[in-house]
């Protein structure tokens, strides 16, 4: 069986620099990149070659007395493939660290709520409140001014899948104790499937509230990394806190 092909560091930065620029003579990728060394970026090239990373699009001619050839250098499909599957590995080893990160926080759930909490308080510059927050959410949100949407957080912290039936009882319960909500946020550490998101969606278009699903799947963009990012310096201060650093 063929040995899968290796990525280093520095075939990396010059298959970044290939897809990004297109075509760059050697010498332009040691000006383009401090990683990138003149004594060395040859040998890297010749490397990359041999694995089929990068080709030679053209020569040009030196005029210059004595000068040598000059070769233009790109990137060769396999080599734009293999850099898009580094990249998604490693955002889905980023993926894995953050749940298991998150997964460290109490069993109860109140911390990774809080941190979600915080992180949208961060990106939406106002109060949000938890679901089950009883008559104090309506007061504290202002829940008969109408200027000020009604916000409602439910934060789940599972390993596992998550139950249909009960978040579309949560969210009845949502309505009943706020009759003026305008959005639902699910935020979770799990996957929410096509099927239940669906579900979630279609009954909150049928009551006329808005339904925003927060969670950690599969997808490149999944939006739990992608909010807890929007707010890093306090979300990485409360992990800190809970966990005993960060």
Same mark, same amino acid.
């Given at each position: ?27 332009? =990728? ?9 004594? +060395? ?11 089929? @990373? ?5 020569? *040009?001619?030196?005029?210059?007395? %004595? ?6 250098? /790109?990137?060769?499909? @396999?080599?734009?493939? &293999? ?6 590995? /490693? ?6 660290? $953050?749940?298991? !990160?998150? =997964? ?11 941190? *979600? ?32 949407? *009604? *916000?409602?957080?439910?934060?789940? /912290? ?8 009960? $978040? !579309? ?15 639902? &946020? ?9 099927? !239940? ?11 006329? &509230? ?21 707010? !890093?310096?306090? +979300?990485?201060?409360?992990? %800190?806190?809970? =966990?005993?650093?960060?």
């Amino acid at each position: 069986m063929k040995d899968l092909p290796t990525l280093s560091g520095k075939e990396r930065t010059i298959l970044e620099l290939l897809v990004a620029r297109g075509e760059m003579y050697g010498l332009q =990728l040691v000006e383009a990149s401090p990683e990138i060394k003149r004594g +060395a970026v040859y040998a890297t090239l010749d490397r990359m070659m041999d694995k089929g @990373f990068v080709e030679i699009s053209h020569t *040009v001619e030196d005029k210059r007395e %004595g000068g040598l050839p000059r070769k233009l250098y /790109r990137a060769t499909v @396999f080599g734009s493939r &293999i850099l898009d599957t580094w990249k998604l590995a /490693r955002a889905a080893q980023a993926e894995a660290s $953050l749940r298991d !990160l998150l =997964l460290q926080l109490p069993k109860d759930g109140k911390k990774f709520e809080h941190l *979600v909490r915080l992180a949208l308080e961060e990106l939406l510059d106002r109060r949000v409140w938890p679901a089950r927050s009883g008559a104090q959410f309506g007061a504290d949100m202002g829940s008969g001014n109408h200027h000020w949407p *009604v *916000v409602r957080l439910e934060a789940k /912290r599972y390993q596992g899948s998550l139950k249909k039936r009960e $978040l !579309l009882g949560e969210l009845d319960e949502a309505i009943r104790e706020e009759p003026a909500l305008d959005l639902w &946020i699910l935020a979770t550490t799990t996957e929410v499937s096509e099927q !239940l998101a669906s579900a979630l969606t279609d009954k909150g278009e049928r009551l006329g &509230i808005g339904i925003e699903i927060v969670d950690l799947s599969d997808s490149r963009y999944c939006k739990l990394p992608l909010l807890l990012a929007s707010a !890093l310096e306090p +979300a990485c201060e409360f992990v %800190g806190e809970a =966990l005993g650093g960060c």
